[in-house]
């Protein structure tokens, strides 16, 4: 019998998403209760937390879209996702992980909508120059799992192919 990995378990996997979620929602609730609105609170060099809102999806983009139709564009992409992670297989550990990630954080910035009306973002990385789009914990989630994803589906499930072979 093959042994299934450890977050492609489903209760593994929701428990995972769930304190995900809820590790979002509460840096996000700190946030909005105790960081000043627009101003740079310095961390170390190059990176300061800053509070502000996110009209739109993604930095901003679509940030003059109706709220309802960006929340049906999250759950179309929850959806996807739901759909491809469990439509096919998918070897590595990484992968699952990689989709819990990108689950949590989409459900984050949707649950944003229905609390706040808009996302909330905290995070900045910045020069005397130049600065990176503010954004938040549930963005984290969603790019270090995309990321998992594409290291998996690129390079461990090309190498499990192989050994099959």
């Known amino acids: 019998m093959e042994q299934r990995s450890f977050f492609a378990r489903p209760l593994v996997a929701l428990a995972f998403i ?11 609730y700190l946030v909005e209760q105790y960081l000043p609105f627009e101003q740079v609170v310095a961390i170390v060099p190059y990176f300061a937390l800053y509070r502000t809102w996110n009209e739109g999806v993604a930095f901003s983009m679509l940030s003059g879209m109706n709220g309802w139709a960006i929340v049906a564009m999250r759950l179309a992409i929850i959806t996807f996702i739901l759909w ?12 699952h992980l990689g989709f819990c990630m990108v689950i949590a954080g989409a459900a984050g910035n949707v649950v944003d909508h229905f609390v706040y009306g808009h996302v ?23 790019t270090t799992g995309a990321v998992l994803i594409g290291i998996s589906e690129i390079f461990l499930s090309r190498k499990a192919n192989k050994e099959s072979r």
Not at 18 to 28: C, E, N, P, W
Not at 86 to 95: A, D, G, I, N, V
């Open 18 to 28: 769930v304190f995900a979620l809820s590790l979002d929602q509460l840096t996000k």
């Open 84 to 95: 491809w992670w469990r439509s096919s297989e998918h070897p590595s550990w990484l992968s």
């Open 120 to 142: 909330v973002d905290m995070f900045l990385f910045y020069t005397q120059t130049w600065s990176f789009a503010v954004f938040n914990l549930a963005d984290c989630f969603i």
